[in-house]
């Protein structure tokens, strides 16, 4: 198949490095790859950068659309309640409070934010805050750079689940939804409500403690921090991460509505190859999608604004002259087809000319064919409404044996109908076949024995040879 666009999902899970790659051609996307690297940070950078370009080559992927998740421990989210008279100057706005969490020039941010919807005055405005600390992400950044990757999105892992399972879908961005990341030791516990990522937290797994009261504890203290009141009601919880069936299985014990991200995302074509790695993989494929989509339901960017790799200009003129080159080829193509069409009615016309004789003598001889079939139809109906019941019976006569004798007898649109007593029913069968009368002789019911008479019971039904 071919690709048109790819987006490449990079996710810093624990001490492991994941890459999922998500692809489309436009009509439909398809989940295509998935690597992990286990235990990046002790690898060899050589190492690690050598094994990492041999995937993207055999893969055939581009780099040109890497999303980077980072753990969630590492951002920091604040959401802003401000008056609506501060949208104009939002983003000067938000630059103040941000310095506000900068006690001092070595604790720096860097940062983004999203706007989510007002209350319903429309007087208030709530903005979703990002934030990371900038000599951590310049860290991850020259580590990543250094092995052979160059992100042009950076966002928390969840942003990414949250995109993923959104999908853009109108029914989903009017509904309340938990989302549990499961790693092996922790839990990131996420409220999507209206298309918005409205909390985020992530907890730690005590040893001895069931999946299925942290993921249960937590989704009532995500209700409460939203203020989900007795009548809001939360549609699913959907878990993704590598104990996420496990702990589905456990939870849907107590809430049915609990269920596996790989079964919320049909959207997506997912081979079957890649199927089992759902689960593993479902962060790093959020992230990938996240780069595929134009518009995603939660659009950040923690990437400073001169590391995002930039289009030049220069860079749209092959595009500018392919489609200039197209138009001329398609304005071509349109006078072509009135040349064409003018040639080819002319020729047309000559052939009708040629051709108006032998189609005359064509016509007369179907007038001729259609008496004929006419006729002949007539006879087939005259022999077809004859009485065979006279030749059936005659014909059973001769081929049922002396012990034979039939009880009933029915012949209505060419099935025929006979129950009786026999020696032996089931060899009857055969000799009925071999009348050119019979055809598709099968017997109807069950075949016993009647104690009264001594003899089997039958009932067999045939359709008659027309």
């Excluded at 998935?34 to 690690?48: I, K, M, T």
Aim: proline share 4%; net charge neutral; with cysteine.
């Amino acid at each position: 198949m071919i690709y048109l666009k790819t987006s490449v999902g990079v996710e810093l899970r624990g001490e492991d490095l994941l890459i999922a790659s998500l692809q489309s051609n436009y009509s439909d996307s398809v989940f295509t790859h998935f690597v992990r690297f286990a235990g990046y940070r002790q690898r060899n950078p050589e190492d690690l950068k050598r094994e990492i370009h041999a995937f993207f080559k055999s893969k055939g992927l581009n780099r040109e659309n890497i999303v980077l998740g980072i753990p969630r421990k590492d951002i920091v989210l604040r959401y802003l309640d401000l008056p609506a008279e501060v949208a104009d100057n939002l983003k000067q706005v938000v630059q103040y409070q941000v310095q506000s969490f900068e006690p001092t020039d070595e604790d720096k941010f860097y940062h983004d934010y999203t706007l989510i919807s007002g209350n319903g005055a429309g007087k208030r405005l709530t903005v979703m805050l990002a934030m990371v600390r900038k000599t951590m992400l310049d860290e991850i950044l020259g580590f990543l750079l250094s092995v052979g990757i160059r992100p042009g999105t950076v966002i928390c892992g969840s942003m990414g689940l949250a995109n993923l399972l959104l999908q853009n879908d109108k029914n989903r961005l009017d509904k309340t939804f938990i989302l549990g990341d499961l790693n092996t030791s922790s839990l990131e516990i996420a409220a999507l409500r209206q298309g918005a990522l409205v909390y985020s937290k992530e907890v730690p797994r005590a040893d001895q403690v069931a999946w299925q009261d942290i993921v249960l504890r937590e989704t009532d203290e995500a209700a409460s921090k939203i203020r989900l009141g007795p009548e809001g009601t939360i549609e699913k919880i959907v878990l993704t991460g590598e104990s996420s069936e496990s702990a589905c299985a456990e939870i849907q014990e107590v809430l049915p509505d609990c269920d596996l991200m790989r079964n919320c995302i049909a959207a997506l074509n997912v081979p079957n190859e890649n199927r089992p790695k759902m689960q593993e993989a479902a962060s790093a494929l959020g992230l990938a999608y996240t780069g595929l989509n134009r518009r995603p339901a939660i659009k950040i960017n923690l990437l400073p604004q001169d590391r995002r790799i930039q289009q030049s200009r220069w860079g749209y003129i092959p595009a500018a002259i392919l489609g200039l080159v197209i138009i001329g080829l398609l304005c071509a193509l349109a006078y072509r087809g009135t040349v064409q069409n003018r040639a080819l009615a002319s020729e047309l016309d000559r052939q009708i000319q040629i051709l108006k004789k032998p189609v005359e003598r064509v016509q007369a001889y179907r007038t001729q064919s259609d008496v004929l079939n006419k006729k002949i139809k007539s006879m087939e109906e005259l022999l077809g409404g004859r009485d065979m019941n006279l030749e059936i019976l005659r014909e059973l006569t001769t081929i049922l044996p002396n012990d034979t004798y039939l009880q009933s007898y029915r012949c209505v649109d060419g099935l025929l109908t006979i129950s009786g007593f026999s020696s032996s029913a089931s060899d009857l069968i055969p000799k009925l076949e071999k009348s050119p009368l019979l055809k598709d002789v099968v017997a109807k019911g069950v075949i016993y024995k009647d104690a009264s008479v001594g003899k089997e019971r039958f009932t067999f039904e045939a359709r008659l040879e027309k």
